[in-house]
């Protein structure tokens, strides 16, 4: 055989393999999502969004209260979120700028936050508000000036609606200020310099100027960070918790779809976990649906 | 008045900025204050023992530290090869037509929540396993496939990007002179984008380690080392995922909390290191 016959050859076998590997990682893909189209579709009915949870057997048993908890928890964390998001990320770009040390630690903080373990953020949360027993509590909260400053009196002792908030929120920020900072720098300097002649201050300049100019970039990061809080589990185990009931008090436990599933899905009961992928259906649809729209709008971005 | 709002603008959203760093920095002090009386009772010691028994006040986390490597190892020794077969193939071999549908639902399950990865592996993996190998098809080997699987997009889509950012030039030259694509591939594209693909590696080990839901389902959360690899074992993650909502007393509470600690401190080390030696920002 000679060279170029060998050169060739492995050249075969290297376009093989990597096809087929692909073709495996792309089959286990589908094969989770066939899994959770077929287990969803079979799921669903109306009585999921009529009802609230019930033990198992009964027939009049949903996802109500998971559905609404699950939207309230979303939502008020994105309004608390997206604004603080887009104020620091307006930090960032107009007065930190590339340069700036304080502004670029801040940006690999974020970063590492963005990959950090969200477990870790809801354990955060629920030393620092529900926790009672907490080292922090006993030496700090309950006896100095800190106390008056701190979550703790009004929410401490017990699982809370507001708990997984602050915790999603936490997660939530890096991800759009980090957006909210890459959109506004593509914004053109001739902009800016176009409305300070026209004698607008700075604060006017970045919120009527320089964020309208990047909004569809930075809603696109919107998205992404709604879209990546709506599927988080794990900080909610501990805070916001769950409840079988529908309840929308934000200082009480709250049902979330995710931790509805988790627990319906380790039930040894079929229905209960029937329940369980039509709430891992409705989830990933949503989620999915988020992160398109986050597509086509920097698509449509892009075509201009 | 302008001057006013303008200088109120600027120290709101600096502070608003800090407090990103104020959250990272109270994360690592509050679990610090709150491990400390096991940092205390245990010392260095909890790091090296292996018994965890809660009934007897003792706790060791080198089950769940074991647990916690032998998961993400084996996770990343599977999905490696395939993640950079899946970006060679989006990035290279591909037809047009294919590159663009195949690589947008790629990335589209990299955003499918883990719980449901989880779920997948619970439900339809551990019974295969369990026919395969007998025993409860809950552990170790479990584990690692279903967090492969789960990793597996992220890690090809970064790998793929870094990958794309081979000028065509370059890869047109050695086409020229008569290179097969796998050469183009092994001297010219690897090599050109080999700090973006270690970069993408070695963050996605680093979310790996720290992933809960899709391992809680499949682990088992047995504080012993695994002497097969399809023993029910542990991980950090897992064990706080389980244990931390029943803790009732102190120590066993603390005990947790330095597990959550130890956790966050290997895993921010492990995406530190990602991002300052091998993902520099700005180069998209």
């Known amino acids: 055989m000679t060279h ?101 630690v801040i940006r690999d903080i974020s970063d590492i936050m963005m990959s ?41 002792g017990s699982f809370s609606g507001w708990a997984g908030i602050i915790a999603l929120t936490i997660i939530m920020v890096p991800i759009i200020l980090r957006t909210t900072d890459d959109m506004l720098q593509l914004v053109p300097t001739t902009l800016r310099e176009a409305a300070f002649a026209l004698g607008a201050p700075k604060y006017k300049v970045i919120l009527q100027v320089v964020i309208r100019g990047a909004k569809t970039g930075i809603l696109t990061g919107v ?20 409840d079988n009931f529908l309840n929308t008090d934000l200082s009480e436990p709250i049902a979330s779809l995710t931790v509805t599933m988790f627990n319906y899905a380790t039930s040894p009961y ?31 971005r892009k075509k201009k | 008045m302008n001057k006013f709002l303008d200088k109120f603008f600027h120290l709101s959203t600096l502070s608003i900025a800090l407090l990103t760093l104020l959250v990272t920095g109270a994360i690592f002090g509050v679990l610090y204050l709150e491990a400390k009386p096991a940092m205390d009772a245990f010392g260095f010691d909890f790091l090296v023992s292996s018994k965890w028994a809660p009934n007897l006040e003792k706790f060791g986390a080198f089950p769940a530290i074991v647990g916690s490597i032998l998961s ?37 399950l990299a955003a499918i929540p883990s719980v449901i990865y989880g779920m997948w592996g619970l439900f339809y993996f551990v019974p295969i396993i369990r026919d395969l190998f007998g025993g409860l098809g809950i552990g170790l080997l479990t584990a690692g496939i279903v967090l492969a699987i789960m990793i597996l997009p992220f890690m090809a889509a970064v790998t793929r990007d870094a990958m ?13 002179l008569g290179g097969t694509k796998w050469d183009v591939i092994k001297d010219v594209v690897i090599p050109y984008a080999k700090a973006g693909i270690i970069g993408a590696t070695i963050l996605a080990l680093g979310r790996a380690i720290g992933e809960t839901m899709a391992v809680t389902f499949v682990m088992g959360n047995v504080h012993k080392i695994p002497l097969l690899i399809t023993d029910p074992a542990t991980s950090i993650p897992v064990a706080l995922a389980n244990e931390f909502a029943e803790a009732d007393d102190g120590l066993y509470f603390s005990s947790l909390f330095y597990l959550a600690l130890v956790l966050f401190v290997i895993s921010f080390a492990i995406i530190a290191f990602a991002k300052f030696a091998f993902l520099k920002r700005g180069r998209q």
């Open chain 1, 4 to 104: 170029t016959e060998k050169r060739i050859l492995v050249n075969k076998l290297v376009m093989i393999l990597s096809s087929l590997s692909a073709a495996v990682g792309i089959a286990f893909l589908l094969w989770i999502l066939s899994v959770l189209v077929i287990n969803g579709i079979d799921a669903i009915n109306w009585n999921i969004f009529i009802y609230e949870g019930a033990p198992p057997g009964y027939e009049e048993s949903g996802l109500k209260h998971a559905l609404i908890g699950q939207l309230i928890l979303i939502g008020v964390s994105t309004l608390i979120g997206v604004p603080l998001g887009i104020l620091a990320g307006a930090y960032l770009s107009e007065y930190g700028g590339l340069k700036s040390k304080l502004a670029n």
């Open chain 1, 116 to 156: 950090a373990p969200s477990i870790v953020i809801g354990v955060f949360v629920y030393a620092m508000i529900i926790n009672r027993d907490s080292f922090l509590y006993d030496n700090w909260f309950s006896q100095n000036i800190w106390s008056g400053l701190s979550f703790s009196p009004a929410l401490a």
């Open chain 1, 223 to 242: 998205l992404l960070g709604v879209a990546r809080v709506s599927g988080e589990t794990a900080p909610l185990l501990f805070t916001s918790f769950n």
């Open chain 1, 270 to 300: 079929e229905d209960w976990q029937k329940l369980g992928w039509a709430a891992a259906f409705i989830l990933s649809m949503f989620i999915l649906g988020l992160n398109i729209l986050g597509r086509l709008l920097l698509h449509t």
């Open chain 2, 72 to 108: 993400t190892a084996l996770a990343m020794f599977l999905a490696i090869p395939l993640a950079i077969g899946v970006a060679i193939f989006l990035s290279e071999i591909a037809p047009a037509k294919l590159k663009s549908p195949v690589g947008v639902s790629i990335e589209l």
């Open chain 2, 164 to 176: 794309n950012t081979t000028p065509d030039i370059l890869k047109e030259s050695a086409y020229a």
